[in-house]
Every structure is written in C-alpha cells, then in structure tokens.
C-alpha cells in the first residue's frame, strides 16, 4: 500500500470507509481535505457511477462534517473543469469547454458538481470551503498500472516495451511533481484568504506527449520504441497549461522541482518498486 511508510507515525490513523454512504466516523475535526475520486481517465471510466457518486453525495457528506465543526474544507478539484479548454493557458476566471455527455463527463461534470456545492454551502452555511483544480500530478508511489502518461510511460521504458502515444503525440500537459502539489494543497488549506477561492495548483512547463515520451525514454536509459496509437477515446484535451498567477499571489506557490529531476526520482521509486521479476516478465 502506498501509505506503508506513515503507519509508525504515533499521529496517523488508517481508516478505511466509504464515503458515499456518509462521513467517516471521526469525532471532531478541525481539516477535512476531499481528496477522494479516481482522477485517471481509465479509473473514472471504469468506475464512472462511483466518480459522480463520491464527488456529489460524498463531497456532501464531508461538508455536513466541516460544517458541523467549523473545520476548513478543501476541494480538489481538476484541471477537467476547463474540458477541452479554448482558452491557453488556463485562468481561473476561464468557465471551461465541457461536454455534458462524453467520455470524461462523469469525472468533469462531477468536479464541477462538487466545486458548486462547496460555494453553496459556504454560502449557505458559512462553511470554510475552499477550492483547488490540480492539473496533471505524478511522483514516487502513484500507481504504476493507472493508466496515465506518466505510469504508463515509465513502465514500457523499463520494461523495454513499446510506448504508447495517442494519436499524433501533439496534445501537450504541463507536470507537477507530487511534493510541490502537496505543499500546494496545505498552502490553500492553511490560508485564510483562499475561503471561497478557485486556484488553479500545477506546473506550467508545458510539454507535448511526444516530448515526454522522449524525455522519459532518454531518463530511463532505455531502447524502447515510440508507437502512435489510436487516439485516446474521445475528448481528449489538446492543450492544458495552468496559469498559475493567483496561486503565486494568494499562496506564495509555485512548483519547485523541475521536470528532469521529478522525472528521474519516479523512474528510480518506480525501478525499485517493481523489482527486476516485474520488469523482466514482459521484456
Ligand atoms: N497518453 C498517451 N499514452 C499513454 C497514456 C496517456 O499518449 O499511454 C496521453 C493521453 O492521450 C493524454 C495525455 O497523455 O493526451 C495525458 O493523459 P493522462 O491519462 O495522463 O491524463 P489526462 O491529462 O488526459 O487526464
């Protein structure tokens, strides 16, 4: 389990619920953070009644639960909210080019869904709401078998199997490492002035798909070979780059860690955790 490292720590507490059918058992609390959603695009397409589900009952239940104790609440919210987006980079104040219906819209709509019922009830409770949209996020300890560019990429560079890009490679991401996310996420929920805000956490050095394939490929050492695939089912974002003015003035944010160094610190987290009967098998 990715949480293994924290269960000496005298202060944490495991407990597993699930948060459709209420708010965990916790007694007083004075932070509640919504980080619970699938957030790759297989997981919330596999998943897709659960991702509406958690993010609509469940982000309700967890303000009933900030609301309650006066505690502050933080949404994590999504890049997605702008869709396809025909704006660049991306601004807060930019409502988003969202399908209501395709592919990704049980994880899009739902983060809208769940961004609008924590301005109500701060709105109509006074809850201590605040909400992020964290843009494409990767480090040690994500899943290796989640689907996204970043596991997906790294494992087939190890592995020396084919990397798979969707269609032409040309749609671009921006990557923010997992620590400056972090820092990020405590930032918003620690500063009084982020009640009631939208701000976008991410890295806004922007990269094709191809590029990073490269990169990935170069950092590994590998001689895997670069396929183009079909296209990603539908909806696929063509361009994403946060803006990220207001994190820097609200939060006095901004990612630290730069792409070849994140890059090489996962591709070793992830050589070490799969081990070389795990790389080996497929090679
Ligand atoms: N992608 C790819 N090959 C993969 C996985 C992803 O080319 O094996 C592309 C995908 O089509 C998208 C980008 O990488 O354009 C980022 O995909 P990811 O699933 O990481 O997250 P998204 O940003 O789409 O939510």
Redesign the pocket.
């Known amino acids: 389990m990715n949480i293994e490292h924290l269960a000496d720590w005298p202060s944490f507490q495991l407990v597993e619920h699930d948060l459709i059918e209420g708010a965990p058992p916790l007694g007083a609390v004075d932070r509640v953070y919504h980080l619970a959603s699938p957030?790759?695009?297989?997981g919330y397409q596999r998943h897709p009644l659960e991702t509406m589900r958690v993010n609509s009952e469940g982000s309700r239940h967890l303000l009933d639960l900030a609301t309650a104790h006066g505690a502050s609440y933080l949404y994590a919210s999504?890049?997605?909210a702008y869709g396809d987006p025909l704006e660049h980079p991306q601004r807060e104040s930019y409502r988003g080019n969202v399908s209501t219906t395709g592919p990704?819209s049980m994880y899009d709509e739902a983060k809208r869904y769940g961004e609008a019922l924590a301005m109500a009830y701060l709105r109509a409770h006074g809850t201590l709401a605040r909400i992020v949209r964290i843009?494409?996020t990767y480090g040690p300890r994500s899943d290796p078998h989640d689907?996204?560019?970043?596991?997906?990429?790294i494992v087939?560079a190890l592995r020396n199997e084919p990397?798979?890009?969707?269609?032409d490679?040309q749609?671009?991401?921006s990557l923010c490492y997992v620590s400056d996310l972090v820092e990020g996420l405590y930032r918003a929920m620690e500063c009084p002035g982020a009640t009631g805000e939208v701000t976008n956490l991410g890295n806004p050095d922007e990269h094709t798909?191809?590029e990073?394939?490269t990169i990935i490929r170069e950092l590994a050492g590998s001689s895997a070979p670069i396929i183009y695939?079909e296209?990603?089912v539908g909806d696929?974002?063509?361009r994403?780059r946060p803006d990220i003015d207001k994190a820097r003035a609200l939060l006095g944010w901004e990612p630290e860690v730069a792409l070849r160094d994140g890059l090489a610190r996962t591709i070793a987290a992830f050589r070490a955790e799969l081990g070389p009967g795990d790389l080996a098998c497929a090679s």
Not at 39 to 42: D, L, V
């Open positions: 957030a790759s695009p297989p999504t890049s997605e990704r843009f494409n689907g996204r560019l970043v596991p997906n990429f087939q990397m798979t890009v969707y269609g490679g749609q671009t991401r798909v191809l990073f394939a695939t296209p990603a696929d974002p063509q994403r």
